[in-house]
């Protein structure tokens, strides 16, 4: 593993170039307490902002990389490089099949547009760390993968929150976004009404804190991930002062034609419980499935 990780992912997920290759339509419902985002694409734009791209979704899924790594290296710094000619981590996670990696497209680009496209109309949301090393199903089928040769066409998902962002005011969280991630090639109302469902949950901490701590550990010499680590603590402490924001990602390869959005433009889904802010984002992209095998290198 190299120095990309703490590089890239503790700095955060602006990118410049998504400005020029996606462009966003927000609208507001009367009370305020809904968003809808309609994001869609410049085509024309989209081979530079891929190749912009490359390296953060590496860098993002380096940390699982790590993990995979750790219990077979005798040097346990996170960024030292793997130079054994046995590396578990090889294939991860392009082997996968393209239902998983959608999954994980989706979780990683959430993080990508709390970063950069302001949900709230906060411009300070803050991805530390994703939860990729926890997707244990997809760990043991890729070592069944380096052993046999052979791969499940699909694999479980991982619990827990899919992505989850912080404002963080010198030492300490304020505001909280829970963000629901969804990825289909073409378009299905069904993860709609269940990303709805999900980002409803009653709880205003989130789960995945316990495993946010966890990875930035692994990096004890980055004093960024020790602000994170004393920040995170102090939140599962402290109890509700701060506020929960909700946020659903929807990433389709299909356009509605008699509409401009899949997801209600003025108001919540009806499968919307939660009773707090609630921004939708709807992602609009042709070839879903080519642009992750792209951003994967996954051979056909």
């Not at 046999?148 to 909280?176: H, N, S, Y």
């Not at 090639?185 to 269940?194: L, T, V």
């Not at 899949?262 to 939660?274: L, M, Q, R």
Request: glycine share 6%; aromatic share 12%.
């Amino acid at each position: 593993m190299n120095g990309e990780w703490t590089s890239i992912m503790l700095k955060g997920l602006k990118i410049s170039s998504l400005s020029s290759w996606l462009r966003t339509d927000v609208s507001e419902s009367a009370d305020k307490l809904y968003r809808h985002n309609l994001i869609q694409e410049n085509k024309s734009f989209r081979a530079n902002a891929i190749e912009d791209l490359k390296p953060v979704i590496r860098a993002a899924h380096d940390d699982a990389r790590f993990r995979l790594r750790k219990a077979f290296q005798d040097n346990l710094d996170p960024l030292g490089e793997w130079d054994d000619d046995f590396d578990p981590a090889d294939g991860y996670p392009e082997v996968f099949d393209l239902t998983t990696l959608k999954g994980y497209f989706g979780e990683f680009f959430s993080g990508v547009i709390a970063e950069n496209f302001s949900p709230f109309g906060e411009s300070n949301w803050q991805v530390p760390v994703f939860s990729f090393r926890w997707h244990d199903t997809a760990f043991d089928q890729l070592e069944m993968y380096r052993q046999t040769g052979q791969m499940k066409e699909a694999i479980m998902g991982r619990t827990g929150d899919d992505c989850v962002a912080f404002v963080l005011d010198k030492d300490r969280i304020t505001k909280i976004l829970f963000l629901e991630a969804k990825c289909t090639a073409k378009h299905d109302p069904s993860m709609i009404a269940d990303a709805h469902t999900k980002i409803s949950s009653t709880n205003l901490i989130p789960v995945e804190v316990r495993r946010i701590i966890e990875v930035l550990q692994d990096y004890k010499e980055n004093t960024t991930a020790q602000l994170w680590i004393a920040a995170l603590r102090q939140l599962y402490r402290s109890g509700v002062r701060f506020e929960r924001y909700d946020c659903v990602s929807y990433v389709c390869g299909q356009s509605p034609v008699r509409k401009r959005s899949w997801i209600p433009p003025d108001a919540p889904h009806s499968n919307y419980t939660g009773g707090r802010k609630l921004e939708a984002v709807e992602i609009q992209l042709t070839d879903v499935e080519e642009l992750i095998k792209d951003l994967y290198g996954k051979d056909d």
